[in-house]
């Protein structure tokens, strides 16, 4: 069943398009059947959908400030736009679709 992930950054525009790319074919290459939804700060609060997953590239985001997101696990993915530490986050990330 595909997962829904939110790639969430300061604006939803450059950044989060690059590391939003490299998610994506990093999750292909494990088999993991994801939708991204690259989402700016101020646009969390008004989402209808509520995600499987949140993957930030900027620091900031806590879900406990989104009374339905809650229960939304929130990593931190800088290592998809540097390069560096990426597989340990993508093993974090593959972890916590599968759960």
């Keep these: ?21 490299t998610l994506g074919e990093k999750c292909k290459a494990r088999g ?6 690259v989402v700016g700060f101020r646009d969390i609060g008004s989402r209808h959908q509520k995600p499987d997953l949140m993957v930030s590239i900027a620091p900031g ?8 997101l809650k229960d939304v696990k929130v990593i931190n993915g800088v290592a ?8 340990k986050i993508m093993d974090e990330i593959e972890l916590a679709l599968q759960t």
């Design 1 to 21: 069943m595909k997962k829904i992930v939110w790639l969430a950054c300061g604006s939803g525009v450059a950044s989060s398009q690059m590391a939003a790319h």
């Design 32 to 37: 993991l059947d994801i939708e991204i939804v």
């Design 61 to 68: 985001i806590e879900t406990g400030k989104y009374a339905d």
């Design 80 to 87: 998809l736009l540097t390069g560096i530490g990426i597989e």
